[in-house]
């Protein structure tokens, strides 16, 4: 009876444990038809809230003037706006990249523009303390089109992202 019970109980912490270290995915916008996924966001805790945040001032997605698409779903109000900033900044302080799209107040050219960005899809892979940053971005300079895969990664420890390996603005970190 005892071992039937210890068993039980390993079986048990098994279980949790399994389960509250499982991976765990995000879609934030789609890869068919590039729409940005409410129902996800909705889901996102307030540090992936802030990683969406930060995603949605280095890549654009439908901007219209100070008006992006993912910024407007994450409850942010327009482009650049102090809440957007002041989310990034709390968990990313010490990042360049981070401190550099604040300064520039998050702001990213129109797709009506000569040259702009647009994320064909963008999602999020927690595992634990590390998180995948899966992407495509589309860029778009005067009539000419340049593609930035990810992924870029990120550990998220005492409430901070760190970056382990970012494509996107890389040449930042040099």
């Not at 789609?30 to 889901?43: E, L, P, Y």
């Not at 010490?94 to 520039?104: E, L, P, T, Y």
Request: glycine share 6%; with cysteine.
């Amino acid at each position: 009876m005892k071992r039937l019970y210890t068993y039980c109980i390993v079986v048990l912490l098994l279980m949790i444990y399994t389960e509250g270290s499982a991976q765990k995915t995000y879609t934030i916008i789609s890869k068919k038809g590039s729409m940005v996924n409410r129902a996800a966001i909705k889901q996102l805790t307030p540090s992936l809230r802030a990683l969406a945040a930060y995603y949605s001032a280095v890549g654009g997605t439908k901007c219209k003037e100070l008006s992006c698409e993912l910024t407007t779903a994450l409850g942010l109000g327009s482009q650049g706006s102090e809440e957007q900033k002041e989310l990034i900044q709390k968990y990313f302080p010490d990042d360049k990249v981070a401190q550099m799209i604040c300064g520039q107040n998050c702001y990213l050219p129109p797709e009506n523009s000569l040259s702009y960005s647009d994320f064909e899809y963008l999602s999020f892979t927690v595992n634990g303390e590390n998180v995948l940053v899966n992407y495509r971005l589309i860029v778009y300079n005067r009539g000419a089109t340049k593609t930035i895969d990810g992924p870029d990664m990120y550990t998220y420890d005492h409430q901070v992202f760190k970056d382990k390996k970012r494509v996107l603005y890389s040449w930042v970190n040099k």
